[in-house]
């Protein structure tokens, strides 16, 4: 599937700005965003629901938006976000209407199959003892599954999900994605749209993040999903790290504190400023660090929680040029951080001596938040009433 310069209007507001984006045979394609960015009007658009105003989105060559609806439903299904009924048709029935663009009353035996492939997809998302049951009688979350069910009845090309995920415990959630990935793994194309930045790290070949109806960022999750992207595109503080188990990006999404802005600084030696960072990069504030031993358990600390760090070589000295880097935080900073350990070790008794406003911090790290805070209402870089 091929989407290209897509461009849709609605209600005269302009949703999607030119957006772009490709999914190639056996790669599920994760769609992330704020809320409101045009990721359902855009999995609406590549389904041909909505005619965009410029651009075209094509499955195997075809125009999907120049085919009937039927020919359209052949080759894209929907998993909607509103698993919502107003029929209490039978969960059998729902599923087998995936298999209406096959049917024709002139030439039955055009979905000679289709019974083998209703009974299939039941099976497949662990329907089969509720396939009587009508759907109104049915949880969401079973809900959920029915419409995933019906689209692979449906047998197409390219599936599209909205929130596929949304309203499944922990379990359902799980299988549910890998139910997409074996489909996907089969040989089809999904785009997902998925809340769970986590989720979606884990399961998407690709992930592209839509913000403002634009195409903010696109590629492997590992290059997509960082605190830097992850602010820009959703105006949120995260630590992004790597998940233990899986191995996939893990997204923490920290408290926007008031005074959010402000840069402190982290003087480190040892494992002297391991326990600090965490509670200083949780409560929102932009962190460095340095100089730390290169590979040292600072170091470590640092590049989990993604921050920018100063680093010496293993038993050397700290040199000019490390010094002097540090130095720069150390001025420009509107707190530097010294662990009590620290104080006296390499350069750190003359880093302080630059320093504006400094924190001397023992081993009660949890203290560290609102000594910093008391530091920056001292220097006047906030105001009690701003806390
Ligand atoms: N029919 C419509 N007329 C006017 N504006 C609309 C219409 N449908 C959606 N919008 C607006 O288009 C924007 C994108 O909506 P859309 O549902 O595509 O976002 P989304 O990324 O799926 O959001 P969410 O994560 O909250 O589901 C929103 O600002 C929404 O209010």
New binding site residues.
Partial sequence: MDATDLVVS????T?LDGVSLSVEAGELVGLV????????????TLAGYLTPDAGSVRVDGDDVHALTSKAASRRVAVVP?SSAFSFDFAVHDVVAMGRHPYRSRLRPADDADGAARVEAALERCELTDLADRPVTAVSGGERRRVLLARALAQDTLVTLL??PTAGLDVNHQIRTLDLIRDLVDDGRRAVA?I?DLGLAARYCDRLVV?SG?CVHAAGPPAEVVTRDALRDAFDATTAVGTDPVTGTPSVTPLTHPADRDAHVHVLGAGDAAVGLLEPLVTAGYRVTVGPVVDGGLDHEAARRLDRPAVTTPPFGAVSDDAFERAAAYCRGADVVVVPDDARAVGANARLVAVADETVIVDDAHAAVRGLVADALRRSGTTSASAE
């Fill in positions: 609605l209600g005269g507001t949703i965003g704020p809320n409101g960015a045009g990721k359902t009007t855009l999995l609406r976000q909205d929130e749209a809340h839509l109806g």
